[in-house]
């Protein structure tokens, strides 16, 4: 089975704070992402990495940064955290950017920022 | 570019009952359909997808869902749902974009299972 693991269930923070946001896949995937959910707007896309040092915004961007050094390992850094970016945060990776393949998805990271 | 729509926020249905989730997708070509399961506190889990062929696909869990190109839509269907079918839905729509594929996901409808 896929594994994708993120390395924290909650986070709490305080504003200002630099915050590294960790996950981990076990199935070689090329492609990964981070999205953020929040209650009635789904998910949205933060960014994704289609191969090692390779990164993409998505549509929400701003106020985050992204790592991938290594094909495994993608994370997702809050520069200067603020509350408006309290949320629960969604890895996922997918196999290539073969048509029709789905994601799998991590836990999820419930971030609070105080 | 493409969207998702998912009309019911929230739907109530009694166990043993029907259920259908409504997802209406906008796209300009065949687009590829999923639907996703998250159940409280756990990430998403593929129930089922669509790109080409029978029109009426199976998943997981005893869910089906039919694409129907006239109507843009992507129902999600169960003839008999259990209590631990509870949870939130998801609808996604995949589409080629800058030379990649690019999920959109709709805003989520969320079941609940009454005894």
């Known amino acids: 089975d896929v594994k994708v693991t993120q390395s924290s269930r909650y986070l709490v923070k305080r504003t200002g704070e630099k915050v590294f946001l960790e996950c981990v896949q076990d199935m070689d995937h090329e492609n990964m992402f981070w999205y953020r959910q929040d209650p009635g707007l789904g998910l949205r896309l933060i960014y994704f990495?289609?191969?090692?040092?390779?990164?993409e915004k998505g549509d929400i961007p701003e106020g985050y940064s992204v790592s991938r050094e290594k094909k495994e390992r993608f994370s997702l850094i809050l520069e200067s955290a603020s509350t408006n970016q309290t949320s629960m945060y969604l890895c996922?990776?997918?196999?290539?950017?073969?048509?029709?393949?789905?994601?799998?998805f991590g836990q999820g990271t419930r971030l609070t920022v105080v | 570019a493409q969207s998702v729509t998912q009309p019911d926020i929230h739907i109530t249905v009694s166990e043993g009952a029907s259920l259908e989730l409504r997802c209406n997708y906008s796209?300009?070509?065949?687009?590829?359909l999923f639907w996703y399961v998250q159940s409280p506190g756990q990430g998403l889990q593929l129930l089922l997808k669509y790109f080409s062929g029978d029109t009426l696909v199976q998943g997981i869990k005893g869910f089906e869902a039919e694409f129907k190109r006239s109507q843009s839509s992507f129902n999600l269907r169960k003839p008999s749902v259990h209590w631990s079918d509870a949870a939130e839905y998801f609808c996604?729509?995949?589409?080629?974009?800058?030379?990649?594929?690019?999920?959109?996901f709709g805003t989520g409808t969320k079941l609940q299972v009454i005894p």
């Open positions: 996922a990776s997918r196999f290539r950017q073969g048509w029709g393949t789905e994601a799998f």
């Open positions: 996604a729509v995949g589409a080629l974009g800058g030379g990649y594929q690019k999920v959109t």
């Open positions: 796209y300009g070509a065949t687009p590829y």
């Open positions: 990495s289609y191969d090692v040092k390779m990164k």
